[in-house]
């Protein structure tokens, strides 16, 4: 792969580099903050030899590149200048992303840079359970006190990792952060701390009491600290005098960042950590079953949307407050394994060269912990080895919930961190685990194996009227719907929602209207109406069951601009009216007017094939359904 010339196409292809606010990257997938989402080529990123997929969450446009990630990153780096000298961020006063988004980007953007050291930490540990079961090392020898030391040092000094990664994500100085994180840990107060705890003597700073609480392996008292200090600095910059801000403004800065982090947001932060440890464990003890089975089952669908970044500082709080994690990691685990079973059965059962080579290397690297090229490559592309994956993570969920399998050091799910699951002195956990994972690789990979079927790829172009779309028609069984509206037929891949752009409801295409009728695509049953008007849900007289949504987010609308002449249970005929709506006032009111139209039963059929990139008007064929 030339690293290079691919960076040059992604910058290209994202609009230019005047375009990019930041960017980051984790283990697979480039992060981008574009000023405009909609200036980016995403089909065409999509097409691109070396991009595994594209997907828009948390406020990010994120580019899958698989393990080469960190190389394709340096490139990016090198050509846009901006990025080379400070991570720049969105402003605050121009950040109007919807706050589910926003607080999923700072958690992913504070946590994502530090997951190289937490795995390493991991996987020493990890490898020094190992050592330790074989009788290679023994717990007193100093060679085992070394390297446990070096593996504690990422979660010892974890305040001072997250106060670098915090203040590049708040903006604000990382070395002033660094200090504040080196206040929390440092010796003297940590004594302080352990003396307080024996004696009963209060802490105070000028009167201010002082909660004698120890910070190391804390998360949540330095975010809180870094945040609050992002503030601060540009006040103390603003009030201090030109002539001495150079040593004014940091010291402003300490001082009351210091002070603050000590008497207010670090007990605070404290008190939130462990009152999230001691709702896991109120919900282990009702029911140890639920989160992992959960996660499991679902946690393709947040990596699909970058959002399972949000759930991996909840398995480390675990870990650093209780010693374990339970909900997690072994939920992750699961989900792991079985999306690398179903990929490693599709290359197994597959016919096709190249799916095979695709899917069995990905299904690998999926074991070891890796899932972003079987999901985008293998799992969210041919939809059936997902449902399999889900049905085998969601049973190993169950396992391992019911069996209270624990976690003691964390690393990237998948078998190379199955030692992580040796503690208390047992190996009770780490059976169980073993087990779970077990369970996953089997059931899903029985499971794809029955329902993976390859995509029917011999085409044959029937011409249609001269002054109508050509479609492709697959010879077989197979039922054709024409457009329900007028307009510009596009890839679903273009829609601004992940359920519809990665296909989780099902294969289709999308219309961009340019008029505001919507009509039967063919002779069926109204099976599904909203209060809402936005939406309505058709099965065709055949089987072809369809979602036909007007507009991104206009459930919001609650009906106004819309008129719906249909109620469920209705017989319709193919071109008759189903729903009228205002696309001047949904255009003026801001809100997305382009429609996905979705076949939800797309894995009763053998291909799906549509008209896409051109204009479309009312009657003209627009998808062929081929059983």
Partial sequence: MNYSELAKVIVTKIGGEQNVN????????????????KLAETSALKNTPGVMGVTQSGGQYQIIIGSDVGSVYKEIIQQIP???????????????????AKVIDTITGIFTPILPAITAAGMLKAVLALLVVFKVFSTDSQSYQIINLMADSAFYFLPI???????????????????????????????????SKETGEAIQLLGLPISPVNYSSTVIPIILSIWFMSYVEPIADKVSPKAIKFFSKPLLTIAIVGTIALTVLGPVGFYISNLISSGVLALESVGSWIVPTLLGALTPLLVATGTH??????????????????????????????????SVAVGIKSKDSKIKQLASSAGLTALFGITEPALYGVNLRYKTPLYAAMIGGGFSGLFM???????????????????SYIGEDTLRHLTNASIGAAIAFVITFAVTMVIYKDPIEEMVVENVEKDQPELKILSGNNETLVSPLVGQAVSLTEVPDEMFSAEILGKGVAIK?????????????????????????????????????????TVQLNGEGYECFVEKGDHVETGDSLIQFDLKEINRKEFETITPIVITNSNEYGDIISIEGKEVAIGDKLLQVIR
């Fill in 513 to 553: 209207p340019s008029e505001g009728l919507v009509v039967s695509p063919f002779s069926g049953t109204i099976t599904a109406t909203f209060d809402t008007k936005h939406a309505i849900g058709i099965t065709s007289d055949q089987g072809t069951e369809l979602l036909i949504h007007v507009g991104i987010d």
């Fill in 22 to 37: 930041s960017l980051t990257h984790c283990a697979t997938r480039l992060r981008f903050h574009l000023k405009d989402n």
């Fill in 401 to 419: 919930g019911i069996t209270g399998v624990r976690n003691f050091s964390g690393g990237s799910p998948g078998l190379l961190t199955l030692p």
């Fill in 161 to 195: 990792l997250l106060a670098i990664s915090s203040a590049q994500k708040f903006k604000t100085n990382i070395y002033l952060a660094a200090m504040i994180g080196g206040v929390l840990l440092h010796p003297a107060f940590v004594q302080m701390v352990a003396t």
């Fill in 309 to 342: 970044y949000g759930i991996v500082p909840i398995g480390i709080n675990n870990r650093l407050t209780n010693g374990y994690d339970t909900i997690v990691y072994p939920g992750m685990l699961a989900s792991n394994i079985a999306q690398g079973a179903a």
């Fill in 82 to 100: 901006s990025l080379q000298t400070e991570h720049t961020q969105i402003s605050k006063d121009d950040d109007d992303r919807k706050l589910v």
